[in-house]
């Protein structure tokens, strides 16, 4: 396993993406309090697919008004509010589909955190309706903030006091460990290691992992870290962990191409997402 370097990361531009819903709006308060804490500048992202209105032609001439109007209403009720008191922001309306537009914002806008609400379908709904959540998660290598629809609500403050990492023992959840390390000590919260293996080398990259965190874990005052290993199907095995332990925030380290050890593609993740009672920092391997 490749040694890691204390390299501080640093959070200057946040996206939200909106579509004006309930489960947005819950994003919303998790990208706001984000925002705060590291005095980063909110970028709020509406964007219009036509391909939802395909069958309806006659709206799509409107589509443009619809999204300035509803911008506006957002803006708006944020700024009574005072939600964005104190928070350098812009909003934007994209054109074209996630797939075409997300990757070349979050490039030339220099985002370094990506926050993202999802309704949680499963089943039939999922298939034939897809996730705009899922979707945006395959095409961008921006570390990504998924808020769920049993996430708990953010207060005023955003908590942090226990963060799980959840390992599947790859080169991908090593790329995550600077995310964690930061993570845990911008809220002092505990950290919590949870290594899945099924692998008869399992034990040699749980060795490799407790050295990576150890030597970033050196120069940070008072943290404090738990190692576990458990075997078990991924998802199933961090949700209990996370609920048994109550986690604040879950990290994961994503595969796009699939995970040496069979261990967090992206159905994985979308699944731990849409059942987790806290939010979820997918990190993917093509994060530079």
Sequence with gaps: MTEVSDSSLVIRNIAIATDFSPWSDRAMQHALLVAHKFGAVLHLIHTVRRSEFAFVPDLMVRLDELAERDGENLMSVLHAAHSLDGIQHHYWNLHGECSEVFGKFLSDQKIDLLVLGTRGR??????????????????????????GPAS?????????????????????????????????????????????????????????????????????????VQYHIQPGAPSTTVLHFAQRNKADLIVLGLDHHGSRFGGFSLSHAYEIVRQSTCPVLEISSEVR
């Excluded at 705009?132 to 998924?146: N, Y």
């Excluded at 990492?165 to 845990?184: G, K, N, Q």
């Design 122 to 147: 499963s089943g039939i709904s999922k298939l034939l309706l897809g996730s705009i959540a899922e979707e945006i998660s395959k095409c961008v290598s921006t570390p990504v903030l998924a808020v």
């Design 152 to 224: 708990r609500n953010a207060t005023w403050q955003l908590e942090v006091k226990k963060v799980l990492f959840a390992a599947d023992l790859s080169m991908e959840s090593s790329a995550a460990l600077p995310y964690v390390l930061t993570a845990a000590k911008t809220w002092r919260a505990k950290l919590d290691i949870l290594c899945l293996s099924g692998n008869s080398n399992g034990q040699h990259f749980t060795e490799g992992f407790n050295r990576n965190i150890d030597i970033l874990a050196a120069s940070k005052q008072d943290l404090s």
